[in-house]
């Protein structure tokens, strides 16, 4: 009797939690017709491209032009708006975006900005940056070097100068490692953000266009396809040491036309491993074991996004994942100028259909289509896109469960 007791008051208390912890959130992807949650004035200039050319879901953030505007897309709230100083354009590969600020690259300085209200926190000489948490580091090169300053995220105070004697790249890390990569040369050296000091020195391998990708646990050495060979080179590098080497012969549908049929602007990866395509499969190359997972494909398939899922594009089939075992074609129109391009957020993919953008789900087919040119994104349980003059947040019918 006693026990029957205990069982029954576990199950209350039970019952108890779950109504505390209540139903699980709303998602886009839910049945049920999508509605209208926030229409403000758009306050950055106009675009027919089905993407801007800067957001930051996780922030806020989005760019256009020099444009920056940071916006609680939850409630849609604009929190401000700024207009960079010429030279420095608000598009991705020109803006790092940290805890507590937004580093902006231009032609010849280097600013930050505050992430809570956009002011400028300070500006520096320079054209390269990279940003680890509470540390900066700017690089000013010229021909006979690098002067690189180590400063503090939020008041710019240098921290530490060093002077490199040839002319480079710096490259950010995982915010985890508080170091970053300069690559002169062939030389590769890990310095340590807080204090300029080095952790390690390698001699890199000869090539062509070398760069360095960063991971969490390893960095990669990428020298790209060159004619005649078209092979590309990975390298993982840890503690000063190269752990393994993979070559590829890059073959990319997407881009017949180009060298090789590389094209740097598709050197895609999903958490950090990049996705290489080969005669007909994509190879998914592991940062830290340097293993390597082949996925067949079609004759003139090819990966369109990075990201997080598989999203692929075959002419005359259109657009499917190979995330799972069904690769059926999806039932969304061609774009109108043959020129596919998708995203994948969770379980939903964005993709360009007709004139505008379709919102799909493998699970419940079209979610929404805007029929008109225009950008959009997905930012948690929001779809926003430009809608005219405006800007507008689509989400889905409050739960009652």
């Known amino acids: ?9 576990l199950a209350a208390v039970l019952a108890v939690s779950a109504g505390c912890m209540g139903s699980r959130e709303s998602s886009l992807a839910d049945d049920g017709p999508l509605t209208e949650k926030w229409r403000l004035p758009a306050p950055l200039p106009a675009t027919s ?42 598009v991705a590969g020109s803006l790092t975006v940290t805890d507590q600020a937004v ?32 540390e900066g580091v700017v690089a000013n090169c010229s021909a ?12 710019g105070t240098a921290r530490w100068t060093r002077r490199m004697s040839a002319g480079g790249t710096l490259t950010g890390t995982d915010r985890n490692c508080g170091c970053v990569y300069f690559l002169a ?7 340590d953000a807080a204090t300029g000091s080095s952790r390690w020195t390698l001699t890199t391998p000869a090539g062509a266009g070398t760069r360095v990708l960063p991971s969490l646990y390893r960095a990669m050495l990428f020298t790209p396809p060159t004619p005649p060979s078209c092979t590309a080179t990975f390298r993982g590098v840890a503690d000063g040491t190269i752990l393994w080497t993979r070559a590829f012969h890059w073959r ?56 997080y899922g598989t ?4 002419p005359g089939a259109g657009y499917r994942s190979r995330e799972g075992t069904d690769v059926r074609s999806a039932a969304i129109a061609p774009p109108d100028d043959n020129r596919p391009w998708g995203t994948v957020s969770g379980s939903l993919w964005l993709v360009r259909s007709g004139a505008g953008l379709t919102l799909y789900s493998p699970f419940g087919g079209v979610r929404w289509t805007k029929p008109t040119p225009g950008p959009a994104l997905i930012s948690h349980d929001r779809l926003v896109y430009l ?12 739960r009652t469960d």
């Open 387 to 398: 809608d005219g003059t405006d800007l507008v947040a689509l989400g889905p019918p409050a």
């Open 252 to 307: 990319d549908p997407a881009r017949p036309a180009a060298a090789c049929t590389y094209d740097p602007a598709r050197l895609l990866t999903a958490y950090d491993n990049p996705r290489i395509p080969v005669d007909g499969a994509l190879e998914t190359l592991d940062s830290y074991s340097g293993m390597v997972s082949p996925r067949a494909l079609d004759p003139g398939e090819y990966l369109l996004t990075g990201d």
């Open 1 to 9: 009797m006693a026990r029957r007791s205990m069982i029954l008051t």
């Open 103 to 134: 580093v902006a690259r231009g032609t010849s300085s280097v600013l930050a900005l505050s992430l809570f209200d956009g002011h400028t926190l300070w500006a520096r000489p320079g054209r390269q940056a990279a940003a680890v948490t509470d």
């Open 185 to 191: 040369g062939r030389t590769l050296t890990m310095l």
């Open 49 to 90: 491209g089905p993407a801007w050319q800067f957001t930051d879901t996780q922030a806020g953030l989005i760019g256009q032009g020099r444009r920056l505007v940071s916006i609680d897309v939850a409630r849609g709230i604009q929190r401000w708006v700024i207009d960079l100083p010429p030279g420095h354009p608000a």
């Open 311 to 314: 999203l692929t594009w075959t």
């Open 144 to 155: 006979e070097g690098c002067d690189l300053t180590g400063v503090d995220m939020l008041t």
